[in-house]
T-cell receptor
Framework: AQTVTQSQPEMSVQEAETVTLSCTYDTSESDYYLFWYKQPPSRQMILVIRQEAYKQQNATENRFSVNFQKAAKSFSLKISDSQLGDAAMYFCAYVSGAGSYQLTFGKGTKLSVIP | GAGVSQSPSNKVTEKGKDVELRCDPISGHTALYWYRQRLGQGLEFLIYFQGNSAPDKSGLPSDRFSAERTGESVSTLTIQRTQQEDSAVYLC?????????????FGPGTRLTVL
């Protein structure tokens, strides 16, 4: 079974600074997708960024980028120019090969942004 | 509606009572998913619907849990004889189809508290 591990229960960052959230996963498959979701206090999960395992290029979405290390099974999220609105729980998630839809989530990292 | 909606937002019930949680997916989304999020944890997959059939019920924790869906519309998650360990946030998501490439859009969840 696939597992997703987020080793940082809590992180904090100064406004306008950069922070990196860690995620590792365990799988025997070569074809999969990885995701970072944001969950603010409103509880609604919002997709931040997605990475296809077959792509070597790291995904980026504005201030959000990932460092995908397939061999190391590592998938970290970098948030640049942190804003107060970035404060939330961040979850790393995995879905396996073709025909799959079931997301496997890590336990999350609570990010605080200090003004 | 513009997004996935869930009702009620919060539900407090007494141990042993039955509860029904409702999810309205995004119009046109054929796939619907239920997840459970215990305090301080990531999301656990419960059940998946394609249309009104549920090909994957593998995540339902016990026979006290059941779900149904009307066509490609509303879904109801029912928990019978609730127990304190059922206390959690129950999140619903929908997507255009079941493929992993389709983004799952989440609702705001229902926070269930069993006293």
């Amino acid at each position: 079974a696939q597992t997703v591990t987020q080793s940082q229960p809590e992180m904090s960052v100064q406004e306008a600074e950069t922070v990196t959230l860690s995620c590792t996963y365990d799988t025997s498959e070569s074809d999969y997708y990885l995701f970072w979701y944001k969950q603010p206090p409103s509880r609604q999960m919002i997709l931040v960024i997605r990475q296809e395992a077959y792509k070597q290029q790291n995904a980026t979405e504005n201030r959000f980028s990932v460092n995908f290390q397939k061999a190391a099974k590592s998938f970290s999220l970098k948030i640049s120019d942190s804003q107060l609105g970035d404060a939330a729980m961040y979850f790393c998630a995995y879905v396996s090969g073709a025909g799959s839809y079931q997301l496997t989530f890590g336990k999350g990292t609570k990010l605080s942004v200090i003004p | 509606g513009a997004g996935v909606s869930q009702s009620p937002s919060n539900k407090v019930t007494e141990k042993g009572k039955d509860v029904e949680l409702r999810c309205d997916p995004i119009s046109g989304h054929t796939a619907l998913y239920w997840y459970r999020q215990r305090l301080g944890q990531g999301l656990e997959f419960l059940i998946y619907f394609q249309g009104n059939s549920a090909p994957d019920k593998s995540g339902l924790p016990s026979d006290r849990f059941s779900a149904e869906r009307t066509g490609e519309s509303v879904s109801t998650l029912t928990i019978q004889r609730t127990q304190q360990e059922d206390s959690a946030v129950y999140l619903c998501a929908s997507s255009l189809g079941p493929s992993r490439v389709n983004e799952q859009f989440f609702g705001p969840g229902t926070r269930l508290t069993v006293l």
